[in-house]
C-alpha cells in the first residue's frame, strides 16, 4: 500500500463517516432490531455471571471463576465499543465519528480485544492445569497468581492498543473519510491514509496477527493435552463432565480465533467478507460466552439458582 499524497491544510480530514455493515435497505429495520436484542442480551448476560461470580463465595475464589467474571466484564466493554456504533448504521443518524472518536474507539477496541485474546489463553492453561496436573493444580495456580496473570493480560493488551493506534494515526489523512467498515479499525482506516503503510501493515500482521495465531496455537496445545487426559479417566461420568467444560470452551475460542486471524493476517488485502466475518468476534462471541458458560457449567447454574433463592453467601 505504499502511497504518497500532497497534503494541505484545508484538506486534512477531521472526522470520518462509518459506512457500516452492507445490507439490502428492506432489512434494515430488521438488522437493527437484531443487534439491539443481541446488545441487550449480551449486557444482562455477561452481568448475571460477573454477579453471580463475585457473589459466590465457592465461585470468586477458584481460578476458573475469576477468569470467568474478568472475561464477562471484558466482554460487556468490548460489545459497548462496537454494537451501539453497528445500531446506529441501521439509523437515519449522521454517521460520522469525529477524528478523536476514531482514535479512541479503535484503541479501546484493540486494547479490550487482545485483553481477551490473553484471557482465552490463560482459561485454557488453568483447564490444562486442573486436568491434566489435579495433584499440583493449587500450587501451580491460585487465586494470588491469577490475579497477577490476569494483571499481565490487561497491561499487555493497553500496551498493544496503545501502539496500534499511535502507528495508525500518526499517519497523515488528507483525502477521501468514508471508512468502509461499521467500526474504525486498522485495515479499513490505513486504505485512507495519505502515506506509505507498509510499516503499519508488517506490524499489524506481526502484532496481531502472528500473536492471535500463536495463542490460539498454544490454546489447541492445551486442548490437545486435555484430551489425552480426558481419555485416561475411567468413569463416563467423570469423561463427559470433562468433555463438556473444555468443548464449550474451545467452542467459543474457535469463533473467536478464526476470524479475527482471517482478518489481521492479510491487513494489506480486502475481502466483501471482512465485514461479516468480524460480526463473529466482535458480536457473536460476547453474546454467545454467558450462555455457554451457563448452560454447560453445572457450578455457575448452582450459584444462579442459590443467588436467586437469596443465598448467595451460603
Known sequence: MGKTKNISL???????????LSHPPNLRSLLFLVFFIIYI???????????TVWADPKLHARPMYILLGVLSFLD???SSVIVPRIILNFTPASKAIPFGGCVAQLYFFHFLGSTQCFLYTLMAYDRYLAICQPLRYPVLMNGRLCTVLVAGAWVAGSIHGSIQATLTFRLPYCGPNQVDYF?????????????????????TFVDIGVVAASCFMLI????????????????????????????????????YYVPCIFIYLRAGSKSPLDGAV?????????????????????????????????????
Not at 484545508?10 to 457500516?20: A, E, K, M, P, R
Not at 442480551?41 to 454477579?51: D, K, P
Not at 479499513?188 to 502515506?195: K, S
Request: proline content about 3%; glycine content about 6%.
Open 10 to 20: 484545508d484538506t486534512v480530514v477531521t472526522h470520518f463517516i462509518l459506512l457500516g
Open 220 to 255: 489447541l496445545l492445551s486442548y490437545a493435552n486435555i484430551v489425552h487426559a480426558i481419555l485416561k479417566i475411567r468413569t463416563a461420568d467423570g469423561r463427559h463432565r470433562a468433555f463438556s467444560t473444555c468443548g464449550s470452551h474451545l467452542t467459543v475460542v474457535t469463533v
Open 278 to 314: 468480524a460480526v463473529f468476534y466482535t458480536v457473536v462471541t460476547p453474546f454467545l460466552n454467558p450462555l455457554i458458560y451457563t448452560l454447560r457449567n453445572q457450578e455457575v447454574k448452582s450459584a444462579l439458582k442459590r443467588m436467586t433463592a437469596g443465598r448467595g453467601t451460603e
Open 76 to 78: 460487556m466493554w468490548l
Open 41 to 51: 442480551l449480551t449486557q444482562l448476560g455477561n452481568l448475571l455471571i460477573l454477579l
Open 183 to 203: 467500526i474504525c479499525d486498522i485495515p479499513a482506516v490505513l486504505r485512507l491514509a495519505c502515506a506509505d503503510t507498509t510499516v503499519n501493515e508488517l506490524v
